[in-house]
């Protein structure tokens, strides 16, 4: 069941046209460190990555933000915003409106909320605000009960992470967690599996079992060439 467009913004609005046309979305990640991996840039740019992204096709970018963990920064997000013509999607641990404000001034089209770092009360209003302010909020799953909070909350875009977010994906996290969760999601939503491919096998099990898009990081950060591993993955079809 395709989303209803009312509801659709800069995000899920690329994404589902995509899925339309018998494409898996890919959504790369541009991060520029992590705590089990280390330097995922290796000295390369991660402006001219993610244009390099875009140009071969990535529907949508994602930029990590938070500094601590993962070496991200505003600054990143602006650059990154300003430099390509497709929708960013900020993801950090967002708790405030502040954040959200921060997101839209550097020219975010989406930005993460995760589940497990709020509780009902909060998400929901964190979700009401960012479609205030033109951001679709991706809210993000790792749980059957964070599921139910999404659904009870009529969110429109899903995340489910196949890693543990708050072990700072420390864990050894796989797309059964994906298998496992998708069916629960309510037909019209956009289901997107996060974290933990490596191959095209694993983005067509997130496929099988119900997610709609993929999100994908380290695997092609940590390829000797990034673009050719993009183009690897994202000429999957379902």
């Given at each position: ?66 500094k ?34 921060e ?15 709020l ?5 929901f ?20 009960a964070?599921?139910?909070a ?39 939503a ?16 997130a ?8 999100l ?9 060439e ?7 993955l994202?000429g999957?079809?379902?």
């Amino acid at each position: 069941m395709k989303a209803d467009p009312a509801v659709c913004t800069r995000c899920t609005a690329v994404l589902w046209e995509h899925y339309y046309q018998g494409v898996i979305p890919l959504i790369p990640d541009i991060k520029c460190k992590s705590p089990k991996e280390g330097d995922l840039l290796k000295g390369r740019d991660p402006v001219a990555l993610a244009k390099d992204l875009s140009a071969a096709g990535a529907p949508l970018i994602s930029v990590v933000t938070e500094k601590e963990h993962f070496g991200g920064s505003l600054q990143l997000l602006r650059q990154i915003a300003q430099a390509v013509a497709v929708p960013i999607l900020r993801k950090d641990f967002i708790t405030t409106r502040k954040q959200l404000l921060e997101s839209a001034d550097c020219g975010a089209g989406g930005v993460l909320l995760i589940a497990s770092m709020l509780g009902k009360k909060q998400l929901f209003h964190l979700v009401e605000e960012a479609l205030a302010l033109d951001l679709e909020p991706l809210v993000e799953t790792h749980k059957k009960a964070e599921i139910k909070a999404a659904e009870e909350i009529k969110a429109t875009f899903i995340g489910i992470n196949n890693r543990n977010i708050g072990e700072l994906e420390m864990d050894r996290g796989n797309v059964n967690t994906t298998e496992k969760l998708a069916g629960l999601v309510r037909p019209g939503a956009f289901v997107l599996s996060e974290s933990s491919f490596s191959s095209p096998e694993e983005i067509l099990r997130a496929k099988a079992a119900g997610a709609h898009g993929v999100l994908v990081g380290t695997a092609i950060l940590q390829a000797e060439e990034p673009i050719k591993m993009y183009h690897e993955l994202s000429g999957l079809r379902g």
